[in-house]
Every structure is written in structure tokens, then in C-alpha cells.
């Protein structure tokens, strides 16, 4: 006889929120899991709809999101998850902002209240009822900086109503996803396109107007009902080590900005990157093809011109400046193949940049060196040589805090032209002026409330990297939402409530597509190697067999078994058919919970588990692990009483207003 209990959780809202692990991974809760079933169902307008609905940057994720969605991926734990940011992608293509013939968004949202995807608080569909609410003022908004924080910030004061003018020092709009993100990976027409579809809501942009200096912050602060600062982190960090301050060591942040500005940057032909995120990876595929590119920038090549002079070879003795734009690997050994090399504190298993950054360089010829760390610069006459580096002991100390021990005497040195840092970045908040009342952390970053977004100083609020640090797009997305109900809230002097509506759905023929769980991940096509030459995007993107294919791997979550008690007659037969050993029938006195637990075993039995146990009263219990189960459905087609249904739950948040 054994005392062992089950741990149970008796399902709620909660817990069937919970089950579709892309969504609530996504900052902005994306309905992933709708957009690619419909996608599966071959219907690519609803899946636009519902990517597009909580996120005005849904064509730019499809292609540069960090897919946080996919690293919840349930599909994961079988194989690989569902390739959610390319399916996006497939979708915007043909109907976001990209596409020959676009879905005129803001015209056309009647159509938001027939999607079956889950609609929340974030959604274009809840923020347009909330603006048709009665008696609302009318406010000023004033936002800092036009990356992703704070062009979502503005889109959703927007529709909100609100007048809102965008502050930005550069030149062009878009922060870091125009200067920080190579033109290989995110179009800069594509871009242009979705900020100016947020622009088009009656924004107003002011380019080449730098706080501080053309407008001061205070002027602000008085001129508008609120400020919100999404500056990002514009300057990278330098290393303190002998030799940082030779000509040659640049910083990626700045590399990358000169090249997405078309400048020409002189590299040498050999180059080292200093670091191992994604920015650096970035920096060193742009530093490659910088140096095929010579001495024009790459905004200027002409893709095809530069297929077609790679395809020529170079007779012997022609002069090789003529053809600096071809240096490319079928040319590498009459040309000389660029030496780009990657060096990382951190081993291969380490490395922060993602598997598919570190799988493209590696295919791109860079290479990559792991486990070693900067100990000097090595110059002559001011100018950059070389590099010492010393081998890693370990990255990390044993409370898994940064901590670099290196191994002594391991000198080992490294030749090349120039040294680009990609360390980390850092904030820029001089623009704040004296006496401005927000508080700033011990990192240099504005110190903000988790829900709202305020700062210490009043009607002045923050989000994006100059709050947190570097993170992910789709989280500065997020941030600047956030921020956007706040400030609303601010200017109608009201609290915003989230309201919650419940949808269940019996799907009596359902049925999971044949070979469903076989069926592997699929990388999106790429341009061929040859081709990597200038700034044509690298990933091609699915065509619409390969998408159904691969939305097709998805265990749509949304889908429950449900189990009606009064109908079971414990014949096991589910358990017995249950591919994957996720049922259980179990006795209710072996049970183990919280209250809910003991509500539901006193509604249904009269008395709590104890008595249960104690007078050895029959009660049964059907126990399920929710993550074992692929929503194959053989248990309800196997039951005899139709005790077992296959359900569909979804749910609808709407935004209401209650007096603060």
C-alpha cells in the first residue's frame, strides 16, 4: 500500500489560456496557434487578420522576431517547433504591408469581430471599442524616439484618439531596426512601408530633432499631456583594455549605422568581431559583404549587376579594383577570400546569438572562435594590428552570474586590419537635462513601473531597451502598448479595466492532419550562397504548399478533451488507445490540490477527500497531462458514451473604463 498522492490542478481560465504556450509566450499575445491552423486550413486572409490584429509591426517580425512563441512551442518537446515567425511571414506577404495588394487596415477592422482567433486587450479590434467610448478627452502626446517601442506607443494613442507628435534626432524613422538591423535580414521598403501605415493614422514625425537641443525634455513636459521615451540604447561599449582607443576599433552599433546609412566604412581585409549575440553576427556578415562590396556602399549595389560580374572571372593581370563589388566565392581564389572572423567569450553550447545567425555566418565563410576572451589590442603608428586573446576557464561563476576567469599564459595572437565591438550598448540620457525627476537605476536606465510604464517624474513615461536593456523587438512592441493604455488612462483621469469573455466550441469530426507528428521542420528556402552578395534579404520565405506543410505540424492547443463524468462508465478505453499514456483513471481519495480541488470534490461527492478516503467511499478521478497530448482525438472516438469531447476554447478580452 502506498501514501503516494497526485498532484492535480483542476483546469480553470487560467490553465486553458496557459495550454497555448505561443501565445502567452508572446509579449504582445499573439494569437500564433490561430493564425497558423488557419494557415493549415488554407485560409491566409484570417491568419493575417490575426497576426496583424496586436501588433502593428507584424510584416517586420515575420521577418527579424526573435520568435519567443517558438521557444514555448509544445511541438517542440516531440521534434522542433512550429516555424511560427516564417509562417507569419507568408501571410504578410500577401496581405500586410508588403503585398501588391494590401489590406487597407485601419479601414477595414469590421471585419475584426468575425475572426476566431483569440482577441485580447492589446488588439486593434478592443482599442477601437475603447475610443468609441463616450465623453473622452482628447490629449497630447509627445514620444521620443521612433523604434519599435515607441512607434507602437504612438499607433495605439492613435486610435485611441490622441494627437501624437514623434521626436527623433535622425535622419530617417525606425531606430534600431533602420540602423541596427543589416539591410539582408529586414527591407528598408518594407519598413518604410509599415511605419508609414502608423503614420497614416494622423501621427506626426519630426526627423532631425534631437531633445536637448531643438526642443528641450521640460519644453515638452509642459507642451504635452505626456512624454513617452523609447531612445533605445544608441552608443556601444567599449573594452578596457590597452590599445581600445586605436584607429581601426569600432563599435558594432556604429559600424552597422554607417553601413545601413550607405556610408563606406574601410575595413581592411581582415576583421575581427569581438563578441557573440546576434549583433555580432550581424556586424560580421555585414562586415563581409562590406568588404565584397569595396569601395561602394552596399545601398548602392544593384543586385543583378553584381551577379552578373561575379559570374565573370577576372583575367590575369586586369586590375582587381574594377571588380571590388565581386568578391565572392566563386572568385575567392583569384580574389582573395575576406578574412571575418567571430571571437566569443562564451563556448559553442554558450553563445547567445541564435542557431539560425550562428548556421547562415558559418555558411556565409565567417569564422567563428569561441571560448576566447580580449586581454590587449596590438597596434603600429596608431592603427590597429592585431589582437591578444587568453583562452576562457569559464564565462559564468556558480551562482550563473557574468563572471570571465580566463586561463593564465594562454596568450595567443590574432592578425587583422580592424576590431569591431560588439560588447553591449548603452543609453544616452543627457537629453533629460537638470532637474528632470526621473529616476535613472545604477545601469544608466530609466527606472519605470512593470505595469504601466511611468517613471518618477509625473506624465512622463518610458519602455524599450533604455528601461531594460537590450532585449527583443516583439518586447519593445509590448512596452510601448503598455505604455499607450496608461497614458490614455492618465488623460481620461480613469483606470482601464480588461474584461474577459469565454468561448467553447465541440468539434465532433475533428481530426489532426494525416502524419502530423512525423512530419519534420523545414527550414524556409534561402537565397543561394552565390548570391549573399549585397543586401537582398537572405531568407526567401515559404511558398503555400510548404506553409500548409509546416502549419500542419502544430498541435493546435486550443483544443481540449473535455470529459463529461456522468457518462464515463470507467471502461479504460481511453486509456488504452491514448498513443502518447497521457489519461489516467485514478481514485479521487489519491488525489492532491489546492481549494479548487476541494470545491470541486464537495460539489460533486457531498463530502472533501479526506471522508473520501477515510470511509473508503468509490470515487474516481480521469487525470490527463495536458503536455504529453497532441490533440490527436483517438480517445474521444474510441468512447462508447460520448462522454469524451474534442472542444475548442478561445476567448475575447474587451478594454472598459471605471473612475480611478
Avoid at 564565462?395 to 599564459?409: A, E, H, S, T, Y
Wanted: glycine content about 8%; overall charge negative.
Amino acid at each position: 500500500m502506498t501514501n503516494e498522492k497526485y498532484q492535480v490542478r483542476v483546469p480553470d481560465l487560467d490553465y486553458y489560456r496557459e495550454q497555448i504556450k505561443c501565445q502567452v509566450a508572446c509579449p504582445v499575445h499573439t494569437d500564433a496557434r490561430g493564425y497558423v491552423t488557419a494557415i493549415a486550413a488554407g485560409d491566409f486572409e484570417a491568419a493575417y487578420r490575426m497576426a496583424r490584429d496586436p501588433n502593428p509591426l507584424a510584416s517586420i517580425c515575420g521577418r527579424v522576431c526573435n520568435a519567443p512563441c517558438e521557444i514555448a512551442c509544445r511541438r517542440g518537446d516531440i521534434d522542433a517547433p512550429v516555424a511560427i515567425r516564417p509562417l507569419k511571414r507568408v501571410v504578410t506577404e500577401r496581405y500586410g504591408v508588403e503585398s501588391a495588394h494590401p489590406i487597407d487596415w485601419h479601414r477595414d477592422m469590421g471585419r475584426a469581430a468575425e475572426m476566431v482567433g483569440n482577441l485580447t486587450a492589446r488588439s486593434y479590434h478592443a482599442l477601437s471599442q475603447l475610443a468609441r467610448q463616450p465623453g473622452r478627452r482628447q490629449g497630447r502626446v509627445a514620444v521620443i524616439g521612433s523604434g519599435p517601442a515607441g512607434l507602437a506607443c504612438a499607433h495605439d494613442l492613435a486610435l485611441l484618439g490622441h494627437q501624437v507628435v514623434i521626436y527623433d534626432a535622425a535622419p530617417a524613422s525606425g531606430g534600431m531596426l533602420r540602423f541596427g538591423i543589416p539591410l539582408y535580414r529586414l527591407s528598408r521598403a518594407l519598413l518604410d512601408r509599415e511605419i508609414q501605415s502608423i503614420l497614416d493614422l494622423g501621427i506626426e514625425l519630426r526627423l532631425n530633432t534631437p531633445v536637448g537641443r531643438e526642443v528641450s525634455f521640460a519644453q515638452l513636459r509642459e507642451e504635452y499631456d505626456a512624454v513617452f521615451i523609447a531612445t533605445g540604447l544608441g552608443e556601444g561599449r567599449s573594452l578596457r583594455i590597452p590599445g581600445a582607443d586605436l584607429d581601426g576599433v569600432l563599435k558594432a552599433v556604429d559600424f552597422l549605422l554607417n553601413v545601413n546609412m550607405g556610408y563606406k566604412v574601410d575595413l581592411g581585409r581582415r576583421v575581427i568581431v569581438i563578441g557573440g549575440g546576434n549583433v555580432a553576427a550581424d556586424a560580421a556578415r555585414m562586415a563581409l559583404r562590406q568588404q565584397r562590396a569595396g569601395a561602394r556602399p552596399l545601398t548602392e549595389l544593384d543586385q543583378v549587376e553584381l551577379e552578373r560580374e561575379a559570374a565573370s572571372a577576372v583575367a590575369p593581370g586586369e586590375d582587381e579594383s574594377l571588380h571590388a563589388a565581386v568578391d565572392v566565392a566563386r572568385t575567392a581564389v583569384r580574389l582573395g577570400v575576406p578574412d571575418v572572423r567571430m571571437i566569443a567569450l562564451e563556448s559553442w553550447e554558450e553563445l547567445p546569438a541564435s542557431e539560425i545567425e550562428i548556421e547562415e555566418s558559418l555558411e556565409e565563410g565567417i569564422q567563428i572562435f569561441p571560448g576566447y576572451g580580449p586581454n590587449r589590442i596590438l597596434g603600429e603608428k596608431g592603427r590597429v594590428v592585431g589582437l591578444e586573446t587568453l583562452d576562457v576557464a569559464s564565462v559564468f561563476d556558480k551562482d550563473g552570474r557574468f563572471n570571465p576567469q580566463f586561463v593564465p599564459n594562454s596568450e595567443k595572437t590574432w592578425e587583422c586590419d580592424t576590431i569591431i565591438l560588439a560588447i553591449g550598448q548603452a543609453a544616452n540620457l543627457d537629453f533629460l537635462g537638470q532637474d528632470h525627476g526621473v529616476e535613472i537605476s545604477p545601469r544608466g536606465l530609466i527606472v519605470v513601473d512593470e505595469e504601466t510604464g511611468a517613471t518618477s517624474a509625473p506624465g512622463v513615461y518610458a519602455g524599450g531597451d533604455v528601461v531594460y536593456g537590450p532585449r527583443i523587438l516583439i518586447e519593445a512592441v509590448r512596452d510601448g502598448q503598455r505604455a499607450a493604455r496608461a497614458i490614455d488612462g492618465q488623460i481620461q483621469q480613469k483606470r482601464i479595466r480588461v474584461q474577459t469573455q469565454i468561448h467553447w466550441r465541440d468539434n465532433p469530426n475533428h481530426r489532426m492532419p494525416e502524419g502530423y507528428t512525423k512530419r519534420p521542420r523545414i527550414k524556409p528556402p534561402t537565397l543561394p550562397l552565390e548570391r549573399r552578395i549585397g543586401i537582398d534579404e537572405v531568407e526567401q520565405g515559404y511558398d503555400t504548399a510548404q506553409a500548409i506543410a509546416q502549419a500542419e505540424r502544430c498541435l493546435n492547443c486550443g483544443i481540449n478533451t473535455v470529459f463529461d463524468g456522468t457518462k464515463c462508465i470507467l471502461c479504460n478505453g481511453c486509456v488504452d488507445v491514448c498513443p502518447w499514456s497521457c489519461l489516467k483513471i485514478v481514485r479521487v481519495a489519491d488525489l492532491a490540490g489546492d481549494e479548487a480541488l476541494e470545491a470541486v470534490v464537495r460539489a460533486t461527492f457531498g463530502c472533501d477527500i479526506a471522508t473520501l478516503a477515510a470511509q473508503d467511499i468509490p470515487a474516481t478521478a480521469m487525470l490527463k497531462d495536458d503536455d504529453l497530448c497532441t490533440r490527436c482525438g483517438l480517445c474521444a472516438r474510441r468512447c462508447p458514451t460520448g462522454a469524451i469531447t474534442m472542444e475548442t476554447f478561445s476567448f475575447a478580452e474587451t478594454l472598459a473604463y471605471e473612475e480611478a
